[in-house]
């Protein structure tokens, strides 16, 4: 809800009369006492919730947290703007789609100041990052930034900015773009790729981890 801040629906409430019903008398329906009302900030922007708005965010959290459950790991998704500027944010929301051809997809919050430059792109590259790059998650989940000041990167075949020193890239071109609720999905098919052994940055229920390899099950 952006911005919402829209008329406060009233409760509705039948007044009844202590000396019960009777057809002559009139009976009123009030409107006067506004619902409940949880105000908070969300990336700048004031979220008003009405109805049962404590219900409304402890469902959230919980779902939240249940998806926090599956350990990801973390990417910097990066394209070109109308006018040639490098764009780009963190994400977690990357998966493989399909082998071949070789498809992969992420989803961008609609809010995202840079949805348009995303749609509008002719294509994108997925930068997967090392356990050394906490800081660089930090910077580009940062709406409020320069977020490639001091950040090294040379151009992927569409232009989107392959960032160096990373875990691995995938360079794509868009292949589709659907609206999945409050998210865009992007398809991207891979037209290049590259990695190297390291260790990933891993995020799960909230916070950063790192790659504890598991011993034999004995
Ligand atoms: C670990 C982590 C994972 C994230 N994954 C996503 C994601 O998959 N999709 C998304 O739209 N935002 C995701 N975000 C939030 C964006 O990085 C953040 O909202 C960013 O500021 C958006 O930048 P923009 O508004 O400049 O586009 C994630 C943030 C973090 C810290």
């Known amino acids: 809800m952006r911005n919402h801040t829209g008329p406060v629906e009233g409760g509705s409430r039948q007044h009844k009369s202590r ?18 009302q949880v105000i908070y900030m969300k990336k700048n922007i004031i979220h008003v919730m009405e109805g049962n708005p404590t219900a409304e965010v402890n469902a959230m959290h919980n779902y939240r947290r249940a998806l926090g459950q599956f350990a990801t790991g973390i990417t910097i998704v990066t394209a070109l703007d109308a006018q040639g500027k490098p764009v780009g944010l963190t994400a977690n929301s990357f998966t493989s789609v399909s082998l071949k051809p070789r498809l992969i997809s992420w989803s961008l919050g609609k809010e995202s100041k840079n949805a348009p430059a995303f749609l509008e792109a002719e294509g994108f590259c997925v930068n997967i990052l090392t356990s050394r790059q906490q800081v660089l998650s930090d910077r580009f989940a940062n709406g409020g930034i ?14 989107a900015p ?23 999905m992007f398809l991207g ?13 891993l995020f799960v229920a909230g916070s950063y981890a790192r790659v504890e390899r598991a011993s034999a099950a004995s």
């Open 162 to 184: 392959k960032l160096k020193g990373v875990a691995a890239n995938f360079e794509c071109r868009l292949h589709s773009a659907i609206e999945a609720g409050d998210h865009y």
């Open 146 to 159: 320069d977020k490639y000041e001091g950040v090294d990167w040379e151009p992927s075949t569409c232009g």
């Open 19 to 36: 000396l019960g019903p009777a057809p002559h008398r009139r009976r009123y329906v009030f409107n006067a006492r506004p619902k409940a």
């Open 189 to 201: 098919e891979v037209v290049e790729y590259s990695s190297q052994i390291v260790d990933p940055l």
